[in-house]
């Protein structure tokens, strides 16, 4: 059993940053997908940037050159870095990662942290 703990949301003022957490428990096998996810109020869960097991990254447009996904590895840990950030990004964060074993596919998810943006 895989659990994911978010750490790192809060309250920031247009154009600064933060760096949200996301700490993996347990071992995960196979081959997997790193992806952080957010949901603003009455939408849809949207991607935000996701990096892969070969450790090509991915961005929405809406977020490149100013969001950075990166993973440690030691700390079995997944980092969001938001930089310049702006009041569209207030949203719910969440991360998942997907791995894939030879006949199935699992989907573990964190818990959400809230990250606000507003002067």
């Known amino acids: 059993q895989v659990q994911l703990v978010e750490s790192g949301g809060g309250l920031v003022q247009p154009g600064g940053s933060l760096r949200l957490s996301c700490a993996a428990s347990g071992s995960i096998f196979g081959t997997y997908t790193m992806t952080w996810y957010r949901q603003a109020p009455g939408k849809q869960r949207a991607l935000a940037a996701r990096?892969?097991?070969?450790?090509?990254?991915y961005y929405a447009d809406s977020v490149k050159g100013r969001f950075t996904i990166s993973r440690d590895n030691a700390k079995n840990t997944i980092y969001l870095q938001m930089n310049s950030l702006q009041p569209e990004d207030t949203a719910v964060y969440y991360c998942n990662i997907r791995s894939m074993v030879p006949v199935n596919t699992f989907d573990y998810w964190g818990q959400g942290t809230q990250v606000t943006v507003s002067s």
């Open positions: 990096l892969t097991s070969g450790g090509n990254s």
